[in-house]
Structures are given as structure tokens and as C-alpha cells.
């Protein structure tokens, strides 16, 4: 039977008066054709000779069109849920902190120092809020989905092209940890999808669990969900590099993890739309154990986490290890065990 094709849709107007665009992925005449006639659409997810953590790259079936959004969620817009009762009530029974952003009063650029806990109680908020078009409903996108969105079609470490020079036309990044900031989204130029700062400027939280090893345990065809590990309260996926990474760190295939509750300068999201119904999200059990389980409590874990800063944020590097230090700095260490 053949998927549902989605159509555009008006930016969501939310309190106050904010909009929330959101691009149809994917578009094109080619993905249209694949719905209508029910094959499945599939890319290839990873890389080669890049980090242990992207390998081996495997062929990836999303099983359903969804809407993205086209920036991340700036601080405007996530003003309108911290500034509501539910944040209030949310933060009480949640036992969170107020939040901050590190870059304040730049209503236009990204939200940032968020956790994954607040960015998912924001799609539950415009769930509620009745905001949404008929028969969709916001989360966070699955690691897989992101990764497809960002590389609209393309294979290569960006979507529009290798190397840096790529990367400066459609990414902020590279700046000075004490000097740098965020930026305006929307700024450079959008990828073949509509869809803008999917390379740099603030990470993205997913909705998956982080799994370094996910990608040996999955079959070539796998068809994407909500990856989970067997941590009671494990790390969630950020993707896309933030405006302090070395191009590295901004590359399509590039993943790394930290802890639910933890906030910092670089961490922000985007909301995905797609048809309402069980939404596979990590935890335990599932398929072999790993995907397709519901969230444990969220509250449970360390709490200190999200004040830990970048001290000891470790990145996966081939036969090496990157460190990001308390100075914003890579630091590498080839392992010799």
C-alpha cells in the first residue's frame, strides 16, 4: 500500500504570536513516485574511514514521510513553552532548573543550552496545545531521520560537498570557545530540502538512545526507529556540529551522545511532524534488545551531568580518541591497547 504523501503546510503560529516552519521530507519528484507506489525510500547511513562509531555504513528504509523543521527551534520559540504554566508545572514535577540560554536576547537565533529532557517536553507541549495541523504530532526526529534530512540525497561529508570551503557556504563553525557564539538561523544557504544550519551552529538532539556500536548490529536494509541500548538512563544522540567544532565535528555522518539532563552552550534541536500513533522510542528490550521500547523515567540518573560542561566530552577517532577540553579545544590521544 503506499505511503501517505504529505503536503506543505502554513508555519504553526504558537503564543505570542511566533511561527514554526516546517519542509515536506522529502520533497521531489523522484521520493513522490516511491510513495505513490509504496517502495520504501532508503539511503545510506555512515561513512568510511571516517570514526568507528559511522561504520559500517548500511542502507538505512525510512518507513514513512515525515515534516522537519526548517531551522532549529530558536530562543523565541522556545520562549513560548518556558514562559507557559506547563513549563512551570513541568520544571515542579521534574525537579529541573530554570532555564537559560548562555546567548541571551537573540530571540533569532537557536535555543541552546537545553537538554534532551526539555526538548522533548517541548514537542509534548505543542502536542497538547492544539497548535498542530490535524493528524500530526511533534517529537524529536529518530537519529536516522536526521541524518537522512541532512543529507538530502547526497553522499557526501556535507550536503553540498567536501572540505571546508563547503562547509563555510552553509555552516557556522570553528569559532573561539570564549569568543564565539550561536547566529541567526536561516543565514546561509538551506539544502536541497529546505532545510537550514543542519551543519553547525547548535547540535541537535534525536530521539535514540547512544549506541557507538549501533551501526555493527544492524542489518543492511534496517528499517529505521528509535534506537535503544539496555541503560536504565542512557546518553541521547546529537548530530550536526555547533558553531565552536572543527569541520570534523560538522560532517553529515558524525554522532556522539551525552546524558539527558545535560545543558550546554552548544546544544539545541529541531522538531519533526509526522502522523500520530506509538512512536518507537529508546529504552529497554525491543528488537534484540536495543530499539523499538518505550522511555524509561527520564528523571532517574545523575542530575550533575548537564553542569559538567565540555570537560571529558570524548569523541570516537578511527584508531585515535578525540577529547574536547574545558577550552572548547580537540585534543587527540592514538590509542596503543
Partial sequence: ????????????????????????????????DALRTGEPLSYLMGSRGNQNNEEPRHRVIIPAPFLLGTTPVTQ???????????????REQNGEEPHENHFVGNPDHSAENLSWNEARAFCDWLNRGGWLPAGLQARLPWEAEWEYACRAGTTTEYWNGD?????????????????????????????????????????EWCADAYDSNAYARRADGWIAEAWATDDKDPNRVFRGGSWFNTARGCRSAFRF????????????????LGSPGPVAEPGTGGSGGREGARVRDERAGDRKAGARGLAGLR???????????TDGKEKTRIRTD
Fill in 1 to 32: 500500500m503506499p505511503f501517505p504523501l504529505l503536503q506543505p503546510i502554513e508555519p504553526v503560529t504558537l503564543p505570542g504570536g511566533v511561527e514554526m516552519a516546517f519542509q515536506v521530507i522529502p520533497p521531489g519528484a523522484v521520493q513522490e
Fill in 76 to 90: 523565541a520559540q522556545f520562549a513560548a513553552w518556558t514562559d507557559s504554566e506547563h513549563y512551570a508545572d513541568w
Fill in 163 to 203: 572540505g571546508e570551503a563547503a562547509l563555510r557556504e552553509v555552516g557556522w563553525f570553528g569559532e573561539e570557545w570564549k569568543k564565539g557564539s550561536t547566529h541567526p538561523v536561516a543565514q546561509l544557504a538551506a539544502n536541497p530540502w529546505g532545510l537550514y544550519d543542519m551543519h553547525g551552529n547548535v547540535w
Fill in 257 to 272: 551522545g551525552r546524558h539527558p539532563r545535560n545543558r550546554n552552550w552548544y546544544l539545541g534541536f529541531r522538531v519533526l
Fill in 315 to 325: 569523541l570516537p577517532r578511527g584508531k585515535g580518541e578525540t577529547r574536547i577540553g
